[in-house]
Nanobody
Framework: QVQLVESGGGLVQPGGSLRLSCVAS????????MSWYRQAPGKERELVAG????????NYADSVKGRFAISRDNAKNTVYLQMNSLKPEDTAVYYC??????????WGQGTQVTVSS
């Protein structure tokens, strides 16, 4: 069955870094655009970053540009989100999403990121 399993979340001080990972199984990973979303308490889920199927192009929310970097390893069926210079407003549950050109999409269960001193 399809699975997306996120890991790497946790508690970090402002200015710190975290690296999230999302391991996929049950579908052809390299055929899917991969994205990271986040949802803070009381707010809607928002797109953080996305990366193309081959990894050649990516896009970011304005709020994370220059601080976050998305990457993928198709040999390992894994997508990453390197998060640097973290701010309290980055606190949220982070989800990875796989999306196909035909409209199929899969979501992970999420990993909590808390930025606090």
């Amino acid at each position: 069955q399809v699975q997306l399993v996120e890991s790497g979340g946790g508690l970090v001080q402002p200015g710190g870094s975290l690296r999230l990972s999302c391991v996929a199984s049950g579908f052809i990973f390299r055929s899917y655009v991969m994205s990271w979303y986040r949802q803070a308490p009381g707010k809607e889920r928002e797109l953080v970053a996305g990366i193309s199927r081959a990894g050649g192009s990516s896009n970011y929310a304005d709020s994370v540009k220059g601080r976050f970097a998305i990457s993928r390893d198709n040999a390992k069926n894994t997508v990453y989100l390197q998060m640097n210079s973290l701010k309290p407003e980055d606190t949220a549950v982070y989800y990875c999403k796989a999306g196909s050109v035909t409209g199929n999409s899969y979501w992970g269960q999420g990993t909590q990121v808390t930025v606090s001193s």
